[in-house]
């Protein structure tokens, strides 16, 4: 059975679906958003660096508490409301489907030593699911703002995307790193992200588009991404591999100035590979953030588009819907084009001059009909702000 396209504002559907499963009005509102990566894909846990910025789609949780070690969660999709108590987040993985991603908050909040109230929560989200703009972490970090407030907890801004990263390695079990939701948690409107994903350092660099007369285009390749499987996982393990093979604690530790050495220790072929993305992508963030520095915006398109080269030719986790958009977007006049995020399908960020971002979103369609792909989905956005409560 399909779930109904839900209707109206996604603070207002969660507000009403609150006071539909519950009755009455709930304690508040809290939203999360899911994030765009500008550049830096499988770095983070590389413990490099990455450059993502938060969406203006977003997931709202509109939460009370309720007696008790019980919590209630009603999700406009798939329109279910599941329940679970202490004995559910006393372990790992005693919750499955979307509810994981509320039980494992739960979890690591206890895990981390916090009475965690006792909730109903509703949730409503625009953003897109399993496109690559992680709707997981827009969930968990907005459950985890509402947890907080309604408890009266501390956990200061700098520690919660570890405690919601734990959520999801553990609880779900998907090995993934800390940027998703550091982004979620710590993006401010106008800027970009820039995470040192071994210290989790962050600087906000302004990623002004309108004054440059620039757009991001998020273009959905509609070929679903797959990160939570096998690929994500084997590519996690060949660079720690790689690490391991040269003696480093992470692959961050290898400069582009000491890589032809660092390969030619190297005797696996696809190992190479692999560790070379990662090197020149970390140096690419690095050559990102300093042209956003000095007011360049303009300038970094050639960086995102060899990003994307590395990741089809070297890293190997693009598909011919991604590639194809890329190809359209940049044969149309984008200034770079990219995928983001985990790979597998998802989505593709392009660079255009506001003037040219129809042709582009134009290009990319007739492209996909011409290849018989679905038809994708293109939508301009701008760096939005991270995770608050609303009311
Ligand atoms: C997914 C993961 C992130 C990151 C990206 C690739 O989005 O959740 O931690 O590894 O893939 O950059």
Known sequence: MSAPQPVGDVVGRAAAGFTAQFGGQAAGSWAAPGRVNLIGEHTDYNEGFVLPF???????????????????????????????????????????GWGAY????????????????????????????GSGLSSSAALESAVLAALLDLGGLELPATAQPRLAQRAENVYVGAPTGIMDQSASIRCRAGHALFLDCRDESVEHIPFDLEAAGLAVLVINSRAPHRHADGEYAARRRSCEAGARA???????????????????????????????????????????????????????????????????DDFEITVPEVDTAVEAALAAGALGARMTGGGFGGCVLALVEVDRADAVAAAVTTAYAERGFTTPGTVPVLPSPGATRLA
Do not use: Y
Not at 102 to 129: C, K, N, Q, T
């Open 246 to 312: 040269l003696g480093v604690a992470a692959l961050r530790d290898v400069g582009v100035d000491q890589l032809d050495a660092a390969l030619a220790q190297l005797d696996d072929e696809e190992t190479r590979r692999r560790v070379r993305h990662v090197v020149t992508e970390d140096q690419r963030v690095l050559d990102t953030v300093a042209l956003l520095r000095a007011a360049r915006v303009n300038e970094i398109g050639p960086l995102l588009t060899a990003s994307h080269v590395s990741m089809r």
């Open 102 to 129: 509320v039980a494992g908050v739960v979890w690591a909040l206890r895990e981390a030593g916090h009475r965690v109230p006792g909730a109903r929560l509703a949730i409503a989200s625009d953003v897109p699911l």
């Open 54 to 96: 938060a969406l203006p789609m977003r997931t709202i949780v509109a939460a009370d508490r309720q007696d008790g070690e019980h919590w209630t969660v009603w999700s406009e999709l798939p329109d279910e409301t599941i329940t679970f108590g202490a004995h559910d987040v006393a372990e790992p993985g005693r919750v499955t």
